[in-house]
Structure formats: C-alpha cells, structure tokens
C-alpha cells in the first residue's frame, strides 16, 4: 500500500488539487470543509506555528482558491 506524507506542504498541495478538480458549486462545499478540517488539524497539533505562520502561509490561501472557484461558478451561471 502506498505511504502518504502527513507534512503539512504535501497535504495542502493535495488540498489544492482537489479544489482545482471541482466541477460543480456544491462540491466547493466538500472543499470548503476539507480546508475547515486541515485547519483544525493544524490548530490541534502544532498552536503556536498554526497562528504564527500557518494560517496566514497556508490556510488563507487555500480559502481564497475555494471562494475563487465557487465564484467561478455563480459567474457561469449569470
């Protein structure tokens, strides 16, 4: 069976591409949720780099990329 890294880096590229994937609004909600739990996760094992750094390096960026493609989508149906 394939090994999966746990780094954060690796995690949020793969978060990346799923949100890339998304061919619908509704599974923008899955992504959206996914980066919630990537967030928890990041909150629950490492505090002190998650509102130092991580926030602001990782996880903000992964929202912007959500809201982007939900907004790509609401201007393809206008």
């Known amino acids: 069976m394939e ?3 746990t780094h954060y ?3 949020s590229k793969w ?3 799923v949100i890339d994937s998304c ?3 509704q599974q923008t909600h899955s992504a959206r949720q996914l980066v919630r739990n990537f967030e928890k ?3 629950r094992i490492t505090p002190d780099k998650y509102w130092n ?3 602001y390096t990782v996880i903000h960026p992964l ?3 959500v ?3 939900r907004q790509s989508f609401i201007n393809k149906s206008e």
Do not use: A, H, N, V
């Open 3 to 5: 090994q999966r890294s």
């Open 41 to 43: 996760q990041l909150m």
């Open 15 to 17: 978060i990346e591409k």
């Open 67 to 69: 809201r982007i493609k």
């Open 53 to 55: 750094s991580y926030q």
């Open 63 to 65: 929202r912007d990329l």
């Open 9 to 11: 880096g690796d995690i």
């Open 23 to 25: 061919e619908t609004y």
